[in-house]
Structures are given as C-alpha cells and as structure tokens.
C-alpha cells in the first residue's frame, strides 16, 4: 500500500502561481511513476502530466505546457507539481497518482494509488 497525501492548493489570482506536493509513504516510492489529474466541477478527471519513477522523463497535457512543471525527489518520498501563470480554467481539484511502472499513464485508471486532491482555485 501507498498512503499519498497532496497539499500546497488554495486561492491565487491569474498569473500567479502555486506549488503543489504529494508526500509518499507505505513502500519505496521511487518504485512509482507519479500523475498529476485535476477536476473540475462537472467535468471528468484529466490528466495534467506524470513523471517516471527514476524522474528522468515528464509530459504535460498541451494546456499546461511551457507553465507546469513536475519534479520529484525520491529521497523526499514527494513529488511536486508548480503552476505558473495560472488561468481561472486551472481550476480544480488536484489529485495525485501512483502506479507501479517505469513510466505514468494518460488514464486514471492506470493508477493504484490516489491522495485526498487539494483544491486549487484561480481567481480573474
């Protein structure tokens, strides 16, 4: 079992930023290649990026790119997920996701393992 617990959301105006973290604990974390998904309100869950399990490899969902950015460090158990230049439709519940795999999946349901989500929320 993972125990994944994400925090760092709340309230910022467009254009500002936010950096979320996901704390790993349970097994070794750098077993697990990590997601980021978000939903919104009415809206299914999508998937924002993922990260590989040794961190050598990202991917960004193209409404995100050039302003998210994924990090882990696996001696942490964390990954993180900054937000630059964020726009009202960033919008969400932010969730992070673990799956037993060199690299993270599109799909949620490619996932073992969820955290609570933290709620982020952009004001225009």
């Known amino acids: 079992q993972v125990q994944l617990v994400e925090s760092g959301g709340g309230l910022v105006q467009a254009g500002g930023s936010l950096r979320l973290s996901c704390a790993a604990s349970?097994?070794?974390?750098?077993?697990?290649?990590m997601g980021w998904f978000r939903q919104a309100p009415g809206k299914e869950r999508e998937f924002v990026g993922g990260i590989s399990r040794r961190g050598s490899t990202t991917y960004y969902e193209d409404s995100v790119k050039g302003r998210f950015t994924i990090s882990r460090d696996n001696a942490k158990n964390t990954v993180y997920l900054q937000m630059n230049s964020l726009k009202p439709e960033d919008t969400a519940v932010y969730y992070c996701?673990?799956?037993?795999?060199?690299?993270?999946?599109?799909?949620?349901?490619?996932?073992?393992?969820w955290g609570q989500g933290t709620q982020v929320t952009v004001s225009s």
């Open positions: 349970g097994r070794t974390f750098s077993n697990y290649a």
């Open positions: 996701a673990a799956r037993t795999a060199e690299y993270y999946s599109v799909y949620h349901g490619g996932y073992e393992y």
